[in-house]
C-alpha cells in the first residue's frame, strides 16, 4: 500500500507542492499492487522529461510525441488530470488520474468482450462501433485492432487495450475514429466537392446541422474576404485577349471604386445555405439508395457516385443564382439597382432560358472535380495514415490535405469552369438576328465557345485567370479554419 497525497516530488507525503504553496489533497490511501505501482511510476518518470518531479506542458508534449500522439492530447491530458490547477502535475495527481481513467478502460474493454473471454477481436470490434453509431470497415478496424496488438494474437486483451490507450485523454471509443472532414470548413469558393460523412449519433443528436451551419457562416466571411480576387478572376475569364492583373484591377477601381471589387459577392454568399442543404439531403438520399438496407461504410467509388449525384442535384437547384452571379460580378456601374432588378431585366431580354446558359459545362465539371478533389483527399490521407498510424494529424494538416486536393480538382476541371462563365456572361436577346452593343445574334455553346477559345487564343486561354484563383485559396482556407473553429464552439461542437 502507497499513500498517495499531493506530493511535490512524486508524493514525498507533505501534502505540498515544491513551491510550497499548499494544495487540498486529491485522494486518499490506494492499496495499490506493487507491480501497478511500478508501472506507473515508470510511465512517470519518461513523462517527466527534466527529472523535477512534475509534469507539465513541455515535458508531456516532448514525451507523447515519442509515443505517436500529438501536442493536442497533451494540452487535454494536462487539463484533465491537473485537478489543482497548477498547471503541472505531480506523481499523486498522475497516479489518481490514471487509476480513474483505468477503470474507465475496463468498463469500455467489458463492453467489446462480448463473449467475455477476456480478448476483444475484430468483430467484436466492428460491432461495438456499430453499436455506437460508427461505421467502420474491416480494413480501418483491423488497422485498430493492428495497432493495439502487441503479440500478434489478431486479439487484443485488457492490458494491450490499457496501454494503448492510458495516456489518451478519453475513454471514448468515438475518439479512436479519426474523422477527416473538409468540406464543411474548407471554402475556396467551388461548390462541387462531396459532401461529408456523419455519424448516425451525429444526425440523431442534431451535430449534424450545426456543424453545416458553422461551415456556411465561415464560407460567408471566408468568400467575403478573397471576394475581390474571386471578381478578378471572373473578369479574367471573359476577357478574350491576354490582360494583365494589375490593369484589369485598375481598370474596376476606376470604374467603379473600391466598393465595386465586391460586387456579386453577396449572391454569392447568399447562395451557400439552400445549396449545402440540398446537397446534403441529396448525398444522403443517394446514399441510402446505394446501400439499401445495408449500413455498411461506403467506398471510395460510391461516395464519388453519391457526390456527384448530389452536386448534380444542387447545381441544378441554385444554378440561376450562378447566373446572377456572374452578370452583377461583371455589371458596369448603375446597370441593376438590385438582385431583383437584374434578375428582372435578363428575364425581360433574355428569357428563362438565360437562367441556365453554361449548364452543360458546369455539370460536367463536377465529374472531375469531385472524382480528383475526393481522390487526392483520400490518398495523401491513406499516405499520412501508414507512417503516423497513432497520431491525431493537426488541422493545419487537414487543411493543406484539403486544400490541395480541392485545388487539383479546380485546376483540371477549370477549362470547363471558363466555358461555362462565358457562357454565362454572354447576353442573348429573344428574337434577336443582328449583333448590337455585345448581344449575340446566334446563341452560343459550349462546343463553339471550346472552339473559339483555342483558335483565337490557344489552349493558355482555357486557364486565364486562374492566377487570382490560385492567389486566394492560402487567404480563404486560412479564415475557413479560423472562422469555422470559433463558431462551431459557439454551436457546441468540435472540429473532429
Known amino acids: 500500500m502507497v499513500n498517495l497525497n499531493l506530493g511535490g516530488n512524486g508524493g514525498s507525503g507533505n501534502g505540498n507542492s515544491d513551491n510550497g504553496q499548499a494544495y487540498p489533497p486529491v485522494h486518499y490511501l490506494h492499496e495499490l499492487p506493487q507491480a501497478d505501482e511500478e508501472r506507473l511510476e515508470r510511465i512517470f518518470k519518461k513523462l517527466d522529461r527534466d527529472g523535477n518531479g512534475r509534469i507539465d506542458i513541455h515535458d508531456l508534449s516532448a514525451a507523447l510525441k515519442e509515443f505517436g500522439l500529438s501536442h493536442q492530447y497533451a494540452e487535454r491530458f494536462l487539463k484533465q488530470s491537473d485537478q489543482t490547477e497548477s498547471g503541472d502535475v505531480g506523481l499523486a495527481e498522475f497516479i489518481h488520474y490514471v487509476r480513474e481513467h483505468e477503470k474507465n478502460l475496463r468498463l469500455q474493454f467489458t463492453h467489446l468482450d462480448k463473449n467475455k473471454d477476456g480478448k476483444v477481436d475484430l468483430d467484436e470490434l466492428i460491432l461495438a462501433f456499430k453499436e455506437l453509431g460508427v461505421e467502420i470497415d474491416n480494413q480501418e478496424a483491423a488497422k485498430l485492432l493492428k495497432r493495439m496488438d502487441k503479440d500478434g494474437s489478431l486479439n487484443i486483451d485488457y492490458d494491450e487495450w490499457r496501454d494503448f490507450l492510458l495516456l489518451a485523454p478519453s475513454s471514448d471509443l468515438h475518439e479512436l ?39 456556411g457562416f465561415a464560407g460567408a466571411v471566408s468568400r467575403t474576404c478573397t471576394a475581390p480576387l474571386d471578381r478578378l478572376k471572373v473578369f479574367l475569364q471573359v476577357q478574350s485577349t491576354k490582360q494583365r492583373i494589375s490593369d484589369c484591377l485598375q481598370y474596376m477601381l476606376k470604374e467603379g471604386g473600391v466598393q465595386s471589387l465586391w460586387r456579386g459577392n453577396f449572391i454569392n454568399v447568399l447562395k451557400i445555405a439552400p445549396e449545402s442543404a440540398i446537397k446534403f439531403a441529396a448525398y444522403e438520399q443517394v446514399k441510402r439508395l446505394i446501400r439499401g438496407n445495408d449500413k455498411r461504410q461506403l467506398s471510395i467509388y460510391e461516395r464519388f457516385v453519391a457526390g456527384a449525384c448530389a452536386g448534380g442535384v444542387s447545381q441544378t437547384a441554385i444554378y440561376p443564382l450562378e447566373v446572377l452571379k456572374t452578370r452583377l460580378a461583371l455589371r458596369k456601374t448603375g446597370q441593376y439597382s438590385s438582385i431583383l432588378d437584374a434578375a428582372t431585366k435578363i428575364y425581360r431580354r433574355e428569357g428563362l432560358r438565360s437562367f441556365y446558359r453554361g449548364y452543360i459545362p458546369n455539370m460536367l465539371g463536377i465529374i472531375p472535380y469531385a472524382g480528383i478533389d475526393l481522390a487526392v483527399y483520400e490518398t495523401l490521407k491513406k499516405k499520412y495514415l501508414s507512417h503516423h498510424e497513432t497520431e491525431q494529424p493537426s488541422f ?35 428574337g434577336s438576328q443582328n449583333p448590337a452593343d455585345g448581344i449575340a445574334a ?37 479564415i475557413s479554419y479560423v472562422v469555422y473553429e470559433y463558431s462551431s464552439r459557439a454551436l457546441g461542437v468540435n472540429m473532429t
Open 177 to 215: 475514429v479519426k474523422y477527416w472532414r473538409h468540406s464543411t470548413y474548407l471554402d475556396i469558393g467551388e461548390d462541387l466537392n462531396v459532401p461529408d460523412d456523419f455519424t448516425q449519433s451525429e444526425m440523431q443528436s442534431g451535430m449534424w446541422w450545426r456543424h453545416l451551419a458553422a461551415g
Open 396 to 430: 493545419w494538416l487537414l487543411l493543406a490535405c484539403g486544400s490541395a486536393s480541392s485545388t487539383l480538382g479546380q485546376v483540371c476541371s477549370y477549362p470547363l469552369a471558363l466555358v461555362r462563365t462565358r457562357l454565362q456572361a454572354q447576353a442573348v436577346t429573344i
Open 442 to 478: 446566334v446563341e452560343p455553346n459550349m462546343t463553339n465557345v471550346f472552339k473559339r477559345i483555342l483558335q483565337t487564343e490557344g489552349p493558355l486561354g482555357l486557364y486565364r485567370g486562374i492566377t487570382p484563383n490560385f492567389i486566394k485559396v492560402l487567404p480563404a482556407v486560412s
